[in-house]
């Protein structure tokens, strides 16, 4: 039986809790939660009743949740399997773009094609639709709203990136998020202290866009951050279709975090060069697996 929206939230709750150590008592903020995972805050809250059924978190007198010592006993491995739900999600993805789906479809062809039942695809429906590849239309019917498709344009992508985001981190108006660059490297330790290993490819892709996302809104310009996220949004399902590298990918990671110190201690012209040196490399690598 697939696992429900609610119980993958569940396992990445747990996951966060492991790999940044929170300690017993630390207070689970719904909105932050929410935020990191990108869901709203409503199955944010049944994932952690559901925690808190099992023993793992406890209520905290004043309302919410706090971690408990089940939490911290509990294998990190188990939080990260992938859900069975992450399979479909991964299909409909590479069949999207390999033309086998048309711009529009229903919710019961859907259901037809991929043997689900309602409450899974809707699960499933809500994530995409969250993600900015599908919208709703009007009735019961989903559009696949604009992807990238081909690799001269995942080149061009980059090359754009190139451009922007190392001059990003030199806009006049620079303001360094702490709390977010620190959020993000909390991510990039789990990545790297072994989560690689065991995380689906939209976990490492979330992960990674997240951090680039803050550097830009760091930069106080709109326009960049606005870019960027059109970018990441339609090149989602192009970074599905290559094989996960995880030793390219650990490595990418290893020089986020490298990437996060320099602005954190402020050396911003440092950061820009390293920003550069860091999608050189990458561009070269996923280009080379697009063609293989």
């Given at each position: 039986m697939?696992?429900?929206?609610?119980?993958?939230?569940?396992?990445?709750?747990?996951?966060?809790?492991?790999?940044?150590?929170?300690?017993?008592?630390?207070?689970?903020?719904?909105?932050?939660?929410?935020?990191?995972?990108?869901?709203?805050?409503s199955?944010?809250?049944?994932?952690l009743?559901?925690?808190?059924?099992?023993?793992l978190?406890?209520?905290h007198?004043?309302g919410?949740?706090?971690?408990?010592?089940?939490?911290?006993q509990?294998?990190?491995?188990?939080?990260?399997?992938?859900?069975?739900?992450?399979?479909?999600?991964?299909?409909?993805?590479?069949?999207?773009?390999?033309?086998?789906?048309?711009?529009r479809?229903?919710?019961?062809?859907?259901m037809?094609?991929?043997?689900?039942?309602?409450?899974?695809?809707?699960d499933?429906?809500?994530?995409?639709?969250h993600?900015?590849?599908?919208?709703?239309?009007p009735g019961?019917?989903?559009?696949?709203?604009?992807?990238?498709?081909?690799?001269v344009?995942y080149?061009?992508?980059y090359?754009?990136?190139?451009?922007?985001?190392?001059?990003?981190?030199l806009?006049?108006?620079?303001?360094?998020?702490?709390?977010?660059?620190?959020?993000?490297?909390?991510?990039?330790?789990?990545?790297?202290?072994?989560?690689?290993?065991t995380?689906?490819?939209?976990?490492?892709?979330?992960?990674?866009?997240r951090?680039?996302?803050?550097?830009?809104?760091?930069s106080?310009?709109t326009?960049?951050l606005?870019?960027?996220?059109?970018?990441?949004?339609?090149?989602?399902?192009?970074?599905?279709?290559?094989a996960?590298d995880?030793?390219?990918?650990?490595?990418?990671?290893q020089?986020?975090?490298?990437?996060?110190?320099?602005?954190?201690?402020?050396k911003?012209e440092?950061?820009?060069?390293?920003?550069?040196?860091h999608?050189?490399?990458?561009?070269?690598?996923?280009?080379?697996?697009?063609?293989?």
């Open positions: 697939a696992q429900t929206l609610q119980s993958q939230l569940a396992a990445d709750i747990l996951q966060r809790i492991n790999h940044q150590a929170l300690p017993v008592g630390t207070r689970l903020s719904e909105r932050s939660l929410a935020e990191a995972l990108r869901v709203s805050r199955p944010v809250r049944t994932a009743r559901q925690l808190a059924g099992q023993a978190i406890d209520p007198p004043e919410g949740f706090v971690v408990g010592k089940g939490a911290l509990a294998r990190p491995e188990q939080a990260a399997a992938p859900s069975p739900d992450e399979a479909i999600y991964l299909r409909i993805a590479q069949e999207r773009l390999d033309g086998e789906l048309p711009n479809v229903s919710e019961n062809e859907l037809r094609r991929y043997a689900v039942t309602r409450s899974q695809l809707a499933i429906l809500r994530r995409i639709s993600e900015g590849w599908m919208a709703r239309l019961h019917g989903w559009e696949f709203t604009e992807v990238m498709t081909s690799s344009a080149a061009q992508s090359r754009y990136r190139l451009m922007v985001e190392p001059a990003a981190i806009e006049p108006d620079f303001q360094v998020d702490v709390a977010g660059l620190t959020q993000c490297r909390h991510e990039q330790e789990a990545l790297v202290n072994g989560g690689i290993d995380v689906s490819p939209a976990q490492i892709f979330d992960a990674n866009t951090l680039h996302e803050i550097i830009a809104a760091c106080g310009n326009f960049i606005d870019s960027l996220r059109r970018i990441n949004r339609v090149r989602r399902l192009m970074e599905y279709r290559k996960v995880r030793q390219q990918s650990l490595r990418r990671c020089e986020h975090l490298a990437l996060i110190d320099l602005l954190l201690a402020g911003r440092a950061a820009s060069k390293m920003m550069g040196s999608l050189r490399t990458a561009v070269k690598e996923k280009h080379a697996q697009l063609s293989e």
